[in-house]
């Protein structure tokens, strides 16, 4: 085979790849197109309060990396 068909095939080979893996996760790629400000608002949440309650239990300079 000559290389304009080897780069030919792999490239089919590559589009059919992409299309089958957008295929398969078909169903979350649309529910993420639905409602994406629900989708990052979950994924990036964080507790309001982070600190401890008791200052007893607070890490120390030591304690952190």
């Known amino acids: 085979m000559s290389w304009?068909?080897?780069?030919?095939?792999?490239?089919?080979?590559l589009v059919?790849?992409?299309a089958y893996v957008l295929w398969k996760h078909r169903a979350e790629?649309?529910?993420?197109?639905q409602d994406p400000a629900a989708a990052s608002?979950?994924?990036t949440s964080?507790?309001?309060d982070?600190?401890?309650a008791d200052?007893?239990?607070?890490p120390?300079?030591?304690?952190r990396p």
Not at 29 to 33: D, L, V, Y
Not at 60 to 63: A, I, L, N, Q, V
């Open 29 to 33: 790629i649309a529910a993420a197109g």
């Open 46 to 48: 964080t507790p309001a």
């Open 60 to 63: 120390t300079d030591g304690d």
């Open 4 to 13: 304009p068909v080897r780069i030919g095939l792999l490239a089919l080979v």
């Open 41 to 43: 608002s979950s994924e």
């Open 50 to 52: 982070t600190t401890p």
């Open 55 to 58: 200052p007893a239990t607070a």
């Open 16 to 18: 059919v790849g992409v």
